[in-house]
């Protein structure tokens, strides 16, 4: 069953009320799609902040009225790669420092600089429970 505007975690009682819409809108979503709950939680919590903090006025009137309960299963859902290594290698092809999930199609981020792209990289390890693997140039 999905959670709701009225029914949520209590780690969301606390938050700001539309970050809070949103973040259930995305927790229902990745339930849907396969992630387990308790690793879900946080990622939602975290990728609502992000987008309050980012979003228009106008796109945050917009999720006041959105129906969070109601998702389609995605069937190219990166539920599967939620304990996936994620990789740090250079891209010769764009000539950044790419971090990608072993067994991803498409790169999470591209970087300048190894160091930024390493940082994104431990970002997203802490959410899963998988291990780093950093490419010299050359590989």
Same mark, same amino acid.
């Given at each position: 069953?999905?959670?709701? =505007?009225? @029914?949520?975690? $209590?780690?969301? *009682?606390?938050? %700001?009320?539309? +970050?809070?819409?949103?973040?259930? !809108? ?38 006041? =009225?959105? @129906?969070?309960? $109601?998702?389609? *299963?995605?069937? %190219?859902?990166? +539920?599967?790669?939620?304990?996936? !290594? ?54």
């Amino acid at each position: 069953m999905p959670y709701t =505007k009225k @029914d949520y975690p $209590d780690s969301m *009682k606390n938050m %700001n009320k539309i +970050a809070r819409i949103k973040a259930i !809108d995305i927790l229902n979503a990745m339930l849907k799609d396969g992630y387990d709950e308790s690793r879900a939680i946080p990622i939602a919590i975290s990728k609502a902040k992000d987008w309050y903090e980012d979003a228009s006025n106008k796109e945050k009137s917009e999720m006041k =009225k959105e @129906d969070v309960t $109601d998702h389609k *299963k995605d069937v %190219n859902s990166s +539920a599967k790669l939620q304990d996936a !290594d994620v990789i740090v290698e250079y891209s010769e092809e764009d000539g950044k420092w790419r971090v990608i999930s072993k067994g991803a199609e498409k790169a999470d981020s591209l970087h300048k600089k190894k160091s930024d792209a390493l940082d994104r990289a431990k970002e997203m390890l802490k959410f899963r429970e998988a291990k780093l693997i950093s490419k010299k140039r050359s590989e």
